[in-house]
């Protein structure tokens, strides 16, 4: 029982290491805890399942949320409501001409598909402002006051579960 109860707390920290949302964090704790259990005792089963769920339960119940804020505090990014929310009103550079067909922008460190809300073609190494997001492409316009700003679009999150084409090279 104890082999079971280290491979499964190994499979739960590669979750974690995957979700970071410190759920299965501490269910691998708790299989850890049941196979020290399992160690001591190899033949008291309820124990170390006893063991693996107060485990379990106890960090998610009182040490998840002191983790999470930590966790939080540390990564310092925006906080996006679903996949696209937190986009609009973001500032990002230019990365080619983006006209009305497309180009590509900068945002946060990852590259995006982008077309020129202005209406007009958009140069390289521009500050643009995303105002709207359709799909995974992000509607922009320069923000060097030339153009008159328009109000913050819809962003459709509905069209495409995705979001940035890949990292920059």
């Known amino acids: 029982m104890l082999l079971v109860w280290l491979v499964l707390g190994g499979a739960l920290l590669v979750v974690e290491v995957r979700h970071l949302a410190f759920y299965a964090l501490f269910g691998a704790l708790g299989c850890f805890g049941a196979a020290i259990t399992a160690a001591v005792a190899p033949s008291a089963v309820p124990a170390q399942i006893a063991v693996a769920v107060v485990l379990a339960v106890l960090g998610v119940v009182t040490l998840r949320p002191y983790v999470s804020r930590v966790f939080d505090r540390r990564d ?70 030339s153009t008159p700003l328009p109000e913050l679009g819809p962003t459709d999150t509905d069209t495409a579960p995705g979001g940035a084409e890949g990292t920059a090279p």
């Open 76 to 145: 310092g990014g925006p906080v996006a409501r679903g996949v696209h929310g937190g986009l609009v009103g973001h500032e990002a550079l230019t990365l080619d001409p983006v006209s009305d067909d497309t180009g590509h922008v900068r945002l946060l460190g990852e590259r995006w598909l982008a077309v020129s809300g202005s209406g007009t073609t958009i140069p390289p190494d521009t500050k643009v402002l995303v105002t709207a997001v359709r799909g995974t492409t992000l509607t922009v316009w320069p923000v060097d006051g």
